[in-house]
């Protein structure tokens, strides 16, 4: 009896340890599906499945149960609401969302959260914009006097806001700030019952191939780095390492899948969510509005220095301790376990402007033949107009005389030298100071089914 008692004793310690060692771990993650700055940490992880791959399997996660909970949001701002409620681990957003997350934390001073990779960025600070309905009459930020912009608050995008009306010397008395969602915004653009709507990539973009806003302002005007990234809870980090690092080892590999055929990502980035493939093309593709880096660069902590202090001085934001916050310890080691260096990639900046010179004046999306490169504009839009007409033409795309941004070339403002070399532009005032220094003429993109037996472009008045 004393033997079969000891057994069942030895049986009950080793259950006990069994159901230890099969701890269920939660990875939660909040991520924005409608934001495509955010995707090498979102939904192309999730729909990839990524973080499986490299999920610790060994030692105290021996027999762990891992259940994920992705949550998909309009925008930053609700990420961070629900990790201080401890529904989510990680959070993915951008600039102006990350630092808010970061301070409300530190606010509570029992709470943190780590800044422990990045996802994706711009240099100039392009993928925020300000859009205005097609047929409104507004062309710059100070005909919004006396006009609504509607914004997600809390979004990069409402930081973007508050910077610009700042340079423009606005404040939220001459301009009323309305807060709406980014899919709310762009309704109302294109129902025209709203005087602006600032958003963030690539709601912009969306609107312009739909043809229902028109950009006015673009984040790239600011001449601030526009960044995502990712933050996780301090406690979870502190807890489940291994698991933090798993993740940052998945956002590089998502990387790596983008760029092995952009093509092939934008189009199954259309199915996961919703935002047409020519969208995605435009920041994905080589020469995108996108640059894919996890890595934590000094002059990204000098960037998120300066959007603090933008809050700060419009609205009651808490102190940032950015020595606490900022943590590239897991970064280190995931790409150390891979293979990486981590300096080399940290120590590289991609400048649209000089970088995306060197390639292809001109890209079209063929229907049947896919993307097709021009080596110049004239070239893309004798074929564009064929395409058009051929019913196959998907959209075009140019690069921004100034800033080296690739642009859908119907709605680019084109200038006409004299020796018949088309340059692109961005903005309408660019495209005026070429013509003051170097001569030329202004020229817009048109519908091609109206051009049989015309020139490809229709001169404006």
Request: charged share 25%; hydrophobic share 40%.
């Amino acid at each position: 009896m004393k033997n079969s008692a000891l057994c069942v004793q030895v049986l009950a310690l080793f259950l006990c340890a069994g159901s230890v060692n099969a701890e269920s771990i939660r990875i939660a993650i909040g991520h924005q599906s409608k934001c495509t700055d955010t995707y090498s940490a979102g939904i192309i992880v999730k729909e990839l499945e990524l973080i499986q791959k490299y999920l610790p399997k060994e030692g105290k996660y021996k027999n762990a149960k891992y259940e994920f909970d992705w949550k998909d949001y309009d925008s930053g701002a609700p990420i961070t609401n629900q990790m201080l409620a401890n529904k989510l681990d990680f959070g993915v957003m951008g600039d102006y969302p990350l630092i808010v997350n970061g301070a409300k934390f530190q606010e509570t001073d029992s709470l943190e959260t780590l800044y422990v990779a990045g996802t994706g960025y711009n240099l100039n600070g392009s993928g925020n914009a300000i859009v205005v309905p097609v047929d409104s009459d507004v062309y710059t930020l100070a005909d919004l006097k006396g006009k609504s912009l509607s914004v997600p608050v809390g979004s990069a995008a409402w930081g973007m806001a508050l910077k610009a009306l700042q340079d423009a010397g606005l404040n939220t008395e001459d301009v009323l700030i309305k807060n709406q969602s980014p899919p709310v915004g762009a309704a109302n653009i294109a129902q025209n019952k709203v005087g602006a709507h600032g958003d963030f990539c690539p709601w912009s973009e969306i609107m312009e191939f739909r043809g229902t806003g028109r950009k006015i302002f673009d984040g790239s005007e600011a001449g601030v780095p526009y960044l995502h990234g990712v933050v996780v809870r301090k406690d979870y980090a502190d807890k489940y390492p291994e698991v933090v690092i798993a993740f940052i080892k998945a956002i590089v590999t998502a990387g790596e899948w983008v760029r092995e055929d952009p093509v092939r990502a934008a189009s199954k980035l259309e199915e996961w969510t919703g935002v047409e493939r020519e969208v995605q093309y435009l920041y994905f593709s080589k020469g995108g509005a996108l640059t894919l880096d996890p890595t934590i660069k000094p002059k990204w902590i000098e960037a998120l220095k300066f959007d603090h202090a933008v809050l700060v001085k419009e609205k009651s934001i808490p102190p940032l301790n950015f020595d606490k916050w900022i943590y590239d310890g897991f970064i280190r080691t995931a790409y150390k376990e891979m293979g990486l260096d981590y300096e080399k990639d940290m120590s590289y900046i991609h400048d649209p402007k000089p970088e995306n010179m060197k390639l292809h004046e001109a890209e079209i999306w063929h229907k049947d033949k896919g993307v097709l490169a021009y080596n110049t504009i004239t070239e893309m839009l004798d074929a564009a107009k064929k395409y058009k007409t051929e019913k196959t033409l998907r959209a075009s795309y140019v690069y921004d005389d100034v800033t080296g941004l690739k642009l859908f070339g119907n709605v680019a403002t084109y200038v006409k030298s004299k020796d018949g070399k088309y340059t692109a532009f961005m903005r309408k005032p660019d495209a005026e100071k070429f013509i003051a220094l170097n001569g030329g003429e202004i020229y817009t993109f048109t519908a091609l089914a109206e051009m049989e037996n015309k020139p490809s472009i229709a001169k404006l008045n």
